[in-house]
């Protein structure tokens, strides 16, 4: 299959340097806007301080009630979503793009004067509280708090691992404080996709790139700490399960790396698809499982490799030992070309749709922004792709599915 390279976005600043990325969709009279705020979990002082103060933003400003946020919201048509990752807080817009200034009215609200009422901040944490205590007897949920905690050591704080402690130490104070950490110009930047014109340009530009606003506090670089990751395995009993949530993998590659894009290939091949290595053996020929896959999980620059699935709990040893089976042959056998040209059309057929659109193209790029590297890195992971050879994978395989330097987890059995 032959697939282009992607034309990448257009940038410019705002007024006060706050950099804007322009991704054109002219099919339809919508538009997309992500505002990221360098930060994230990866420099809050205390866990869940960065997950609350984002998700409070709309619980009321000093303009807007959240009732009449939800309302207006309602009443425009625009989606608000909120997330926090590793290296950013995240908020994405979808609007009509003839009610787009109301709409960044709410938003610049939202972000400069947020007020976390105590008592909406109550009922948010008490809820979220309840899903953490239904999610912690959810065998994959539990095996991901550990693995992470065992990519990275305890002592990192990446690796805590959330309690429900945790959700009772949050308050208000709490969250003011990281707001006027992060939340300010010097620490933002814009992604805006969809049709636009110069109009929608100005209307940014008037609330967010107007002059200094927000904290300028030096934040910690929590993901340039080392990790001291924990190799073995450790099992997580739960009781009264059927099933165990199983996870294996190591702190992978950086995302500047050489072998990256490479390594992301053969990551695919193993357990990227459905007719994966390990799906073919684990779930079409053995049946120890519906579904198990192998992914690349970014945190930041940072990578981790993870070989991910839930099986009934009498199978757990018989699929970890078919999981050690097939890393090894990848590391002592070429891949045989039909195998490498139908792997190498997969992945060339799945950019090729999850670029079909300039939203889902906006989110390729954002994934790029987060790793630390320039837009041009899409592409060359489409080099990769293309000119990748049996060697080179058997190469990555033997340099880096080092099995003695993995960390399992068996959560549930």
């Not at 990221?36 to 205390?46: A, D, H, K, P």
């Amino acid at each position: 299959m032959i697939m282009p390279d992607q034309p990448l976005p257009r940038t410019m600043q705002l007024g006060n340097g706050v950099l804007l990325h322009f991704i054109e969709g002219r099919a339809q009279e919508a538009l997309r806007i992500d505002f990221l705020f360098s930060g994230g979990y990866g420099v809050q002082r205390l866990p869940l301080q960065a997950l609350f103060t984002n998700r409070m933003l709309r619980e009321g400003t000093a303009d807007y009630t959240a009732s009449e946020i939800s309302r207006r919201l309602d009443y425009y048509g625009a989606w608000l979503e909120a997330y926090v990752m590793q290296g950013c807080n995240r908020l994405t817009m979808y609007s009509l793009s003839k009610h787009v200034e109301p709409v960044l009215d709410l938003l610049e609200s939202m972000v400069k004067r947020p007020l976390f009422p105590q008592k909406n901040l109550s009922v948010v944490r008490n809820s979220n509280k309840s899903f953490y205590k239904i999610n912690s007897r959810k065998v994959e949920t539990v095996a991901q708090r550990h693995f992470e905690n065992m990519l990275w050591g305890e002592s990192h704080p990446l690796g805590h691992i959330v309690c429900a402690g945790d959700y009772d130490a949050i308050t208000r104070d709490l969250l003011v404080e990281y707001h006027n950490s992060v939340y300010s110009n010097s620490r933002l930047e814009i992604f805006l996709t969809g049709k636009f014109d110069d109009r929608i340009v100005e209307a940014l530009n008037e609330r967010f790139g107007s002059g200094e606003w927000g904290g300028s506090f030096v934040l910690p670089e929590v993901d340039a700490m080392p990790a001291t990751p924990i190799f073995g395995r450790r099992n997580v009993a739960l009781g009264g399960t059927l099933q165990s949530g199983v996870k294996v993998g190591f702190m992978a590659l950086d995302s500047d790396d050489k072998d990256y894009n490479k390594f992301r290939f053969l990551t695919v091949l193993l357990g990227g698809y459905f007719g994966s290595r390990l799906m073919s053996n684990i779930r079409e020929d053995k049946g120890y499982t519906y579904h198990i896959e192998a992914e690349i999980d970014a945190y930041g620059k940072k990578n981790a490799f993870m070989i991910t699935t839930e099986t009934a709990n009498e199978y757990v040893e018989r699929l970890l030992e078919e999981v050690s089976s097939e890393i090894e042959m990848l590391r002592d056998e070429l891949v045989g070309e039909s195998e490498l040209e139908l792997v190498r059309n997969y992945t060339l057929g799945e950019l090729c749709r999850e670029y079909e659109g300039a939203f889902q193209k906006t989110e390729a790029f954002i994934s790029v922004w987060q790793s630390g590297l320039p837009f041009s890195a899409l592409n060359d992971y489409l080099e990769a792709v293309r000119t990748v050879t049996a060697e080179e994978l058997r190469e990555l395989a033997r340099k880096y599915l080092v099995q003695e330097k993995m960390s399992t987890v068996v959560a549930g059995m």
